[in-house]
Nanobody, 122 residues
Framework: QLQASGGGLVRPGGSLRLSCAAS????????FGWFRQAPGKEREGISY??????????HYTDSVRGRFTISRDDVKNTVYLQMNRMRPEDTAVYYC???????????????WGQGTQVTVSS
């Protein structure tokens, strides 16, 4: 089970940190991804992190690269998404998900959190 938290309302240019806590399994055997879905749009993957044993390498889509940072703490069984310099177009429901390997293929993510709303508005 994954539990996402940390969403809320933030002004343009502001920051938020999302957390994704895993329970029922140890996070170190999974890769994780953060996805978001804006109203009327498809769910899109924005950031991924491989298993720590695979180097914990990270990947970002162009729209968030340089502003968002994904990280993991396997001791706390938690994955984070630090979001800085936020824009109105970042407004969406954000989901975390786990997969056996880091991949952009959304179908490989078998565990999903419930989603947390992020709204960027002045």
């Amino acid at each position: 089970q994954l539990q996402a938290s940390g969403g809320g309302l933030v002004r343009p240019g502001g920051s938020l940190r999302l957390s994704c806590a895993a329970s029922g399994f140890t996070s170190d055997i999974y890769a994780f991804g953060w996805f978001r879905q804006a109203p009327g749009k498809e769910r899109e993957g924005i950031s991924y992190i491989s298993r720590s044993g695979d180097g914990g390498t990270t990947h970002y889509t162009d729209s968030v690269r340089g502003r968002f940072t994904i990280s993991r703490d396997d001791v706390k069984n938690t994955v984070y998404l630090q979001m800085n310099r936020m824009r109105p177009e970042d407004t969406a429901v954000y989901y975390c998900a786990a997969a056996p390997i880091a991949t952009t293929d959304i179908l490989q993510y078998g565990y999903w959190g419930q989603g947390t709303q992020v709204t960027v508005s002045s």
